[in-house]
């Protein structure tokens, strides 16, 4: 099981889009029910970690930990559905993806570990500016349902602002990863490569 953190994120972080947006009211019978489910998936979860060692199981633990902080905050969303409630569910997913990949890092050595590290934090970035966007999209579009023009154009201005944001917390977590490869370099190598990687992100 060594897939490749970006690989895990991305993924991980796509099913959980996809959750997310098929919210659905519930019950508070079946919103205690669930959450009870939840607590069982998580004390049997542990169970096959218990077999390990090292960092396997702190892999191990660290995934059965994600998964049910994910679902408590996915039920949640689907309770008691919100912009804010879906972003939560959402960020959720990207900090126990983001916590095992990092993990996974430690199987690494120099500046391989570091860059490893570096990738699997900017996909985390990526997602939650990605999440930000969508809760601010989602409370825009709610304030120009309202019929004046200074409600829509705010609207715009705060989707804008929002898609500014996203993409500048992309651009410095991808900086980030380009400096830390950089340091596997020396000499004159090493400033060439950094002086690339700042006019490739316009730093």
Do not use: W
């Not at 804008?160 to 190598?189: H, I, M, Q």
């Amino acid at each position: 099981m060594k897939s490749h953190p970006l690989n895990l994120l991305a993924l991980a972080l796509c099913l959980t889009f996809g959750v997310a947006a098929q919210a659905q009211t519930m019950s508070k019978e079946e919103y205690k029910m669930a959450g009870e489910k939840i607590s069982a998936d998580y004390k049997a979860g542990k169970i096959p970690c218990a077999s390990l060692a090292g960092n396997a199981k702190d892999i191990c633990m660290a995934e059965v930990k994600g998964t049910e902080k994910t679902a408590k905050a996915e039920l949640d969303a689907n309770y008691k559905p919100s912009a804010k409630a879906h972003r939560n569910a959402r960020d959720a997913k990207a900090d126990a993806v983001y916590t095992v990949a990092k993990l996974r890092c430690k199987d690494q050595a120099g500046n391989a570990k570091d860059v490893c590290v570096k990738e699997a934090k900017a996909v985390e970035a990526a997602s939650k500016a990605d999440s930000k966007l969508q809760q601010k999209t989602y409370e825009a579009n709610a304030d120009a349902k309202k019929t004046s023009s200074e409600a829509v154009n705010k609207a715009n201005e705060k989707v804008s602002e929002a898609r500014s944001e996203a993409a500048a917390d992309k651009t410095d977590a991808k900086y980030k990863v380009a400096k830390e490869k950089c340091d596997a370099l020396s000499g004159v190598a090493k400033d060439n490569c950094l002086s690339d990687a700042k006019l490739s992100f316009g730093k």
